[in-house]
T-cell receptor
Framework: GEDVEQSLFLSVREGDSSVINCTYT??????LYWYKQEPGAGLQLLTY?????DMKQDQRLTVLLNKKDKHLSLRIADTQTGDSAIYFC?????????????FGQGTELSVKP | DVKVTQSSRYLVKRTGEKVFLECVQD?????MFWYRQDPGLGLRLIYF???????EKGDIPEGYSVSREKKERFSLILESASTNQTSMYLC??????????????FGPGTRLTVT
């Protein structure tokens, strides 16, 4: 079945770049997403990429998609303490019913001053 | 601004009680979802609905039921709460097929403790 995998923790220093990685198994994925969850809050969509794209940039965020390896990454440039949160990767497919997303386990990003 | 609200932020219930978690969205979204979030497991889909009175099982429906009588409201019901249902419950909504990006908007979550 469909599966999305992420590492659970990442720690970086303020000002460094963060790279959060994700792998997925469903080759029919059409959209891939990055969501952010701040402490005590729900999830908020950061960005998404259509499967026919390799890269998408939005200010400090860069998303890279390697379809051959089914690998997605989120790079945060100049990471700030306010970026500390849990980041979830998710996918949807063309066989989707009702807009269902498959989420990874989430990567907890800790930014140290 | 899209708003998804959940009836409680924190809830404590006893084993065997019937529990209702309510979710309301104000964006006229067709799709609504209930997830539970547990450390190291990410979000797991319990049930979803893509229209009024329609419901579909997600990955972990056992012990739960849902109700969608109105488009804006989606209720999650724990028929007889058990301690292994202690978790964070998240509600989400999204547009239907006309928006193929299927961006989901989330509520703030309800942290349920069953003692």
């Amino acid at each position: 079945g469909e599966d999305v995998e992420q590492s659970l923790f990442l720690s970086v220093r303020e000002g460094d770049s963060s790279v959060i990685n994700c792998t997925y198994t469903d080759s029919s994925s059409t959209y891939l997403y990055w969501y952010k969850q701040e402490p005590g809050a729900g999830l908020q969509l950061l960005t998404y990429i259509f499967s026919n794209m390799d890269m998408k940039q939005d200010q400090r965020l860069t998303v890279l998609l390697n379809k051959k390896d089914k690998h997605l990454s989120l790079r945060i440039a100049d990471t700030q303490t306010g970026d500390s949160a849990i980041y979830f990767c998710a996918e949807s497919t063309i066989y989707n019913q009702g807009g269902k997303l498959i989420f990874g386990q989430g990567t907890e990003l800790s930014v140290k001053p | 601004d899209v708003k998804v609200t959940q009836s409680s932020r924190y809830l404590v219930k006893r084993t065997g009680e019937k529990v209702f978690l309510e979710c309301v969205q104000d964006m006229d979204h067709e799709n609504m979802f209930w997830y539970r979030q547990d450390p190291g497991l990410g979000l797991r889909l319990i049930y979803f609905s893509y229209d009024v009175k329609m419901k579909e099982k997600g990955d972990i429906p056992e012990g739960y039921s849902v109700s969608r009588e109105k488009k804006e409201r989606f209720s999650l019901i724990l028929e007889s709460a058990s301690t292994n249902q202690t978790s964070m419950y998240l509600c989400a909504s999204s547009f239907g097929p006309r928006d193929r990006a299927y961006e989901q908007y989330f509520g703030p979550g309800t942290r349920l403790t069953v003692t």
